[in-house]
């Protein structure tokens, strides 16, 4: 199973998920009632990232994981 997911993962253009995941970011943070009863309210964003073990490639690249969520202001 992991075999296949980094077969998957592998193929995944870079540039593209970049774009996604940053348009997903700037979606989740715009309000759609922000300044409608005064000051708009301030969404909070957080972001982890992990590099997973042991999922060097023969280019010497590794498997990189973002996680990207709101939290409670």
């Known amino acids: 199973m992991a075999t296949t997911l ?3 993962l592998a193929q995944v253009d870079a540039d ?3 774009a996604a995941v940053g348009a997903f970011v700037q979606a989740q943070a ?3 009632l922000a300044g ?6 301030v969404l909070q964003l957080a972001a982890d990232g ?3 073990r ?3 490639d ?3 690249l590794q498997l990189h ?3 990207v969520y709101q939290v409670a202001a």
């Open 30 to 32: 715009t309000d759609p």
């Open 16 to 18: 593209a998920l970049d």
């Open 54 to 56: 042991g999922t060097r």
């Open 50 to 52: 992990r590099t997973v």
């Open 58 to 60: 023969n280019e010497g």
């Open 36 to 41: 409608i009863a005064g000051a708009p309210p």
């Open 6 to 8: 980094i077969r998957a």
């Open 65 to 67: 994981l973002l996680g």
